[in-house]
């Protein structure tokens, strides 16, 4: 072994065995905090043996025997204790009779299933959305509650409650541990992407902080993307979020200027684009497509957003961007998920594939869209093909207003500096 | 973080000797679980050395072509897989797993990102000739 702190050794054995372990624990036993009990009590287990006996052929084996010779202990105590309560006239609520210890043996097989179930289970719509992170970073990624509450921001004893409140609402609310079928699996699987969604970009939207965890958010969201693509080979969406998350983290170190300023994506050198990411990212967008049109579906949300983030990886230099194509997909974008900001992005694309005037065209309508009321990139996009149609008075107006709507000080500066340009 | 772990040839890689059966059962195996725990970025094999070649270069600027097979064999790489972890000791944890029955070395190297470039590296002028690149590249664009 190397030289470093065990207890890292210990963090990394868990990180790796942990998902599985808890997700086939629960599966035994039917409830999420007893699995995660009996996990740690493996791993404790573990922490006094290996050092004396070596470290197994196979650890995760080892600690599943382990962790599940406790949970036979734990349900032969409670029939014991289930007979006695029988015995003194009362009745034990249970939906389903508990599996004999020979059975919780044999179920070794469908890990893989139990994994899924745990997935849908920590991202269940009956939690919170803080919850569903915290429990999904918690149970799929092996990540602390320490590690948890540095990455938030929020204190610890926060994402500890969370995940406490997490566990026990759903035992009350007695969501099944099971993988939903047909109508309502679309709708579930919705949330177990957005869950995932949310942690990419937490890490991802953050990045100009200098909080060192944010970006092993990305890292973290990444891996449950590919843990999940993994576990449901063809769900066409879940490869779609993977590429969009691929392709966007292989943009995370030109993002920044070195002074800390964001650099925008037309702006950025793309010989900074990690090119390892942005080939995954596009097996995983060519799998999404081949798998939607061999359903027959169009293509998802997520797959869309994907598709529109290739156009940009595919393009060497910004000039060689396929902006008709980009315009296309976004109009594809808007009809799945109407949204005044899809609209004003498509604006933009209309504005770079056939010239400013018809990107102003569709701005015009957008300028009456509440939800756009004080948002500066609105005006910011005005202005910008407005000075490209050489109308550079209204122009230097809507920089302006722009820059007085914006609270990013950078972007602020910059804004000024267009509409200075725009001259009198 | 991202580790590569780099698997040394032997006299039976450079041979050009194929696995086992039962090793690259094994090996799939091993590589489906990297997958599915969402670690692994790429994994390649190489050809033996007899197939390569080596490019070197002498203080004039010259450079001379050598045809394999390479002498050193332990030195040599005969494969890789690029993961990426949280910690090095994630890291190690996956080597231990590597179906190696005995013999076989494995090596983990972990691999630059860009943020791992400090200043004196990627210099100020550096940066700043990149700038210049970049508006370049910016005002030909505004000519289209």
């Known amino acids: 072994m190397t030289s470093s702190d065990p207890n890292a050794t ?7 065995e942990s998902p599985r372990l ?4 629960t599966g035994l036993t039917r409830d999420l905090g007893v699995a995660e009990e009996l996990a740690q009590d493996a791993l404790v287990a573990a922490l006094e043996q290996w050092p004396v006996e070596g470290v197994p052929r196979n650890p995760g084996a080892w600690l599943m025997t382990t962790a599940k010779r406790r949970a036979i202990d734990l349900i032969r105590r409670r029939e014991v204790l289930a007979r006695k309560l029988t015995e ?3 009745e034990l609520a249970v939906t389903e009779p508990e599996p004999g210890p020979e059975q919780l043996v044999e179920r070794a097989d469908g890990i893989e299933d139990d994994l899924l179930r745990l997935v849908f289970t920590a991202c269940h719509p009956v939690l919170s959305t803080e919850a569903r992170v915290a429990l999904t970073l918690r149970l799929l990624g092996g990540l602390t509650t320490e590690e948890i509450a540095r990455a938030f921001l929020v204190p610890e004893s926060t994402v500890a409650q ?3 409140r997490a566990k026990r609402t759903l035992a009350k609310a007695g969501v099944p541990f099971e993988v939903p079928a047909g109508p309502e699996l679309a709708e579930r699987l919705d949330s177990v992407l957005e869950v995932v969604y949310l942690i990419f970009n937490e890490g991802y939207a953050a990045t100009a902080g200098r909080d060192w965890m944010r970006p092993e958010l990305c890292e973290e969201a990444l891996r449950l993307g590919r843990i999940l693509a993994g576990l449901m080979p063809a769900a066409a969406e879940v490869h779609g979020l ?6 966007q983290a292989s943009r995370s170190a030109a993002r920044l200027a070195p002074d800390g300023a964001p650099v925008l994506l037309l702006d950025q050198d793309r010989g900074r684009w990690d090119q390892l990411l942005v080939r995954r990212g596009l097996a995983a967008l060519d799998r999404a497509e081949s798998l939607s049109a061999a359903a027959g579906e169009p293509l998802g949300d997520y797959t869309l957003q994907a598709a529109i983030a290739a ?3 595919r393009a060497v230099r910004p000039e060689e961007t396929d902006w008709v194509r980009i315009a296309a997909l976004y109009e594809a974008l808007a009809r ?4 005044p900001v899809v609209e004003l992005n498509r604006a933009v694309a209309l504005g770079m594939a056939f010239g400013p005037a018809a990107g102003l065209a569709l701005v015009e309508e957008l300028t009456e869209e509440p939800a756009l009321r004080g948002y500066h990139l609105l005006p910011a996009v005005r202005g910008d093909l407005l000075a490209r149609l050489g109308r550079g008075a209204e122009a230097r107006v809507e920089f302006e207003r722009a820059a007085a709507l914006t609270r990013n000080e950078r972007e602020r500066a910059l804004l000024l500096v267009r509409a200075k340009e725009c001259g009198a | 973080m991202r580790f590569m772990m780099i698997v040394r040839s032997d006299e039976k890689t450079e041979a050009g000797e194929l696995p086992s059966r039962e090793l690259i059962e094994a090996m799939s195996r091993y590589n489906e679980e990297l997958a599915k725990a969402g670690v692994l970025l790429a994994m390649d094999g190489l050809h033996p050395s007899s197939k390569g070649f080596r490019v070197s270069f002498d203080g004039a600027g010259r450079s001379t072509v050598t045809d394999g097979p390479f002498a050193e064999a332990k030195e040599l790489i005969a494969g890789y897989w690029v993961i990426q972890v949280k910690t090095p000791e994630e890291a190690v944890e996956w080597a231990r797993r590597v179906p190696y029955g005995d013999g076989g070395v494995l090596e983990l190297r972990q691999v630059f990102e860009a943020t791992d470039f400090p200043e004196e590296v990627f210099t100020p002028e550096a940066r700043e000739r990149e700038q210049v690149l970049i508006d370049e590249l910016k005002r030909k664009q505004a000519d289209h």
Do not use: D, K
């Open chain 1, 10 to 16: 210990v963090a990394a054995v868990w990180r790796i």
């Open chain 1, 311 to 313: 156009c940009h990886a």
């Open chain 1, 22 to 25: 808890i997700a086939g624990l």
């Open chain 1, 88 to 90: 003194l006239g009362h």
């Open chain 1, 336 to 339: 799945r998920a109407p949204s």
């Open chain 1, 162 to 164: 969370r995940i406490v």
């Open chain 1, 242 to 247: 993977v590429a969009l998350l691929e392709i």
